[in-house]
């Protein structure tokens, strides 16, 4: 199995899966270690992967990995809604370039592609409703960030239906637990309250967001893997939406602290009012359902984490806050 970002949060997490289901499988893992990727995020497992530091933008690193595996898992893009605001550029090479490549050498060699996507290609929904995303969703991407993904879903769509590529797409919600780089918005406030910091959100903290364990979003992967059907999109999503402001509170009282002692700060401009999935066709086609029912109790286990692991987030957090601290956030 090729995983390519799997440096990053969510593929670090899946190659941690895949080691400890199918410890049978030979698993290559592709990253550039870009801001984002983190090798020491693979530390448990280094000794039974292979890890090639290379860049889905290079097409013939691509046909060598992809020629030497069964099945390709593309995490590798660049992820961040408020970096993609300041520099677009790398989002369009890596996602949208990237997947193409990426999609050439899986057509080359006719591999299985699962592609990894986000609930942000819909764009956003009212607040004050009950409706989903679904499948059948139109496409309405609101940052450079949604519209690269976007775009690189309708490359995948479009190989699979002019060229027989056998490839299945999943857009999930929002992610949190270990591993996830602090400049997202979970570990950012569970750091800042480590440092000695107040949380920050964005505008009035009215932007609602559906959280998915990683370790969720992954088991979901994993049977759409294995029992998915060529050519489908699946949504995944937990089921519990949060405001931001309801997430800090939680966060602030988890960690011991008054649940009010946090800053509203500028928002983030085109800021995307609600995600939330509808995931039926995961659950009943596939029988998917989420272990973390409780966000409580996934976002303590993700706290406790933060708390033991500050080696691993230390080194992230100055740089991150003084590019906040540059766009008044
Ligand atoms: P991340 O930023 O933590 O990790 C991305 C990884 O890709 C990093 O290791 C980085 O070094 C690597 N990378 C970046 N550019 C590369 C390139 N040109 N070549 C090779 N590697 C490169 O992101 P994440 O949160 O783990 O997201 C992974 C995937 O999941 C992305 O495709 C993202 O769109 C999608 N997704 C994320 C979420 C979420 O909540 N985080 C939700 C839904 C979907
Ligand atoms: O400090 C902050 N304060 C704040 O209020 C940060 C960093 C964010 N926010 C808000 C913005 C969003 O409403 O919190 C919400 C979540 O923000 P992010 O963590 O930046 O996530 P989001 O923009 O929702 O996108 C995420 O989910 C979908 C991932 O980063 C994407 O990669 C994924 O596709």
Redesign the pocket.
Same mark, same amino acid.
């Given at each position: 199995m090729l995983i390519t970002g799997g440096a990053g949060f969510i593929g670090a997490n899946f190659a941690h899966h895949v080691r400890r289901c199918h410890p049978g499988y030979r698993i290559i893992l592709l990253d550039a270690l870009t801001y984002a990727g983190n090798r020491s995020s693979l530390r448990p497992i280094i000794d039974h992967i292979e890890f090639v530091h290379g860049d889905v933008r290079d097409a013939d690193v691509l046909d060598r990995l992809v020629a030497a595996s069964d099945t390709v898992v593309h995490f590798a893009?660049e992820? !961040?809604?408020?970096n993609s605001l300041l520099d677009p550029a790398p989002f369009v090479q890596t996602n949208l370039v990237g997947t193409f490549n990426l999609l050439e050498a899986v057509r080359r060699y006719d591999r299985r592609l699962h592609h990894i996507?986000?609930?942000?290609v819909f764009g956003d929904l009212p607040l004050d409703s009950d409706e989903r995303f679904t499948e059948l969703s139109r496409y309405d991407p609101s940052?450079p960030?949604?519209a690269t993904?976007a775009g690189s879903d309708m490359l995948v769509r479009a190989w699979v239906r002019s060229y027989g590529v056998r490839a299945t797409i999943s857009n999930?919600?929002?992610?949190y637990g270990p591993y996830q780089h602090v400049?997202?918005?979970?570990p950012?406030?569970i750091t800042n309250v480590l440092a000695g910091d107040r949380?920050?959100?964005?505008?009035r903290?009215d932007?609602v =967001?559906e959280w998915t364990h990683v370790d969720d979003h992954n088991t979901a992967i994993d049977a759409i893997l294995r029992s998915g059907r060529m050519g489908e999109t699946y949504l995944v999503g937990s089921g519990q939406e949060c405001d931001?402001r309801q997430? #800090?509170r939680l966060i602030l009282e988890l960690m011991g602290r008054p649940a009010d002692d946090f800053d509203l #700060?500028t928002d =983030?401009p085109g !800021?995307?009012a609600r995600?939330a999935n509808d995931s039926d066709k995961l659950r009943t086609e596939l029988g998917w359902k989420p272990r973390y029912a409780d966000l409580s109790a996934g976002l303590a286990g993700t706290i406790d984490w933060y708390r033991r692991n500050g080696w691993w987030w230390k080194p992230q957090k100055d740089a991150t806050e003084e590019r906040?601290r540059r766009l008044g =956030?």
């Open positions: 893009a992820s !961040h809604v408020d996507s986000t609930d942000e940052s960030y949604a993904k999930c919600a929002n992610n400049e997202k918005f979970i950012r406030q949380p920050k959100v964005y505008g903290g932007n =967001r931001n997430i #800090v #700060v =983030r !800021h995307d995600y906040y =956030r």
